[in-house]
């Protein structure tokens, strides 16, 4: 198993800046990737951000170039830096773990926390 804590969101002005925190723990040596979702209310959980095991990012369209995802993994935590933020980037953001090897694989969440930007 792979338990995920997030932490680091709140209220931020347009333009401002917020880092999102991850910290996984469990099964660590099984994790495949970790990234950030998001889910508006009645809208489908979006994938924001990615980093694999080898360091290998990807980032959705709406947040490139202005946001960035790390890893530590000396404390098994993920980060997500998220700079010139706009009201639009509102909602709950979630930590996701894809772990395990084949028909083991799954994924785990955190408890989400939410980041809210006035305008």
């Known amino acids: 198993q792979v338990h995920l804590v997030e932490s680091g969101g709140g209220l931020v002005q347009a333009g401002g800046s917020l880092r999102l925190s991850c910290v996984a723990s469990?099964?660590?040596?099984?994790?495949?990737?970790m990234g950030w979702y998001r889910q508006g209310t009645g809208r489908q959980r979006e994938l924001v951000a990615v980093i694999s095991s080898d360091g290998i990012t990807d980032y959705a369209d709406a947040v490139k170039g202005r946001f960035t995802i790390s890893r530590d993994d000396a404390e098994n935590t993920v980060y997500l830096q998220m700079n010139s933020l706009k009201p639009e980037d509102t909602t709950v953001y979630y930590c996701n773990a894809d772990w395990g090897r084949g028909v083991g694989r799954t994924s785990s969440w955190g408890q989400g926390t939410q980041v809210t930007v006035s305008s």
């Open positions: 469990g099964s660590i040596s099984s994790i495949n990737a």
